[in-house]
């Protein structure tokens, strides 16, 4: 897995729009966060958000659960997920 092919992946999510045919679950959206903030910055390096930020507790938690994978793993699992999304999303046409 190389850097350009996790960059092109990047680029796809970043810009699926909103209404469009391809709509990643939240839990999918979470996956994505984990691995690219694990591929581009590496283990958590913040304190998890306070007891009312629902949204950054969820983040942190996610990019928490995959502390320690390379960031070669890291890049192969967001490609890959997008990969599976793009092939859900075919075979329900």
């Known amino acids: 897995m190389s850097k350009a ?6 680029a796809i999510v970043q810009s699926l729009p909103a209404d469009g045919p391809v709509k990643p679950s939240q839990e999918d959206q979470l996956y994505f966060y984990k691995y690219y903030k694990q591929a581009t910055i590496g283990n958590v390096n913040t304190e998890r958000p306070g007891m009312l930020d629902f949204v950054g507790k969820a983040k942190w938690d996610a990019w928490k659960s995959v502390e320690g994978t390379s ?16 092939d859900r999303c075919w075979r329900t046409r």
Do not use: H, N
Request: charged fraction near 30%.
């Open 5 to 10: 092919q996790f960059d092109a992946a990047v």
């Open 71 to 86: 960031t070669e793993d890291a890049y192969k699992a967001y490609y890959e997920k997008l990969l599976k999304i793009l």
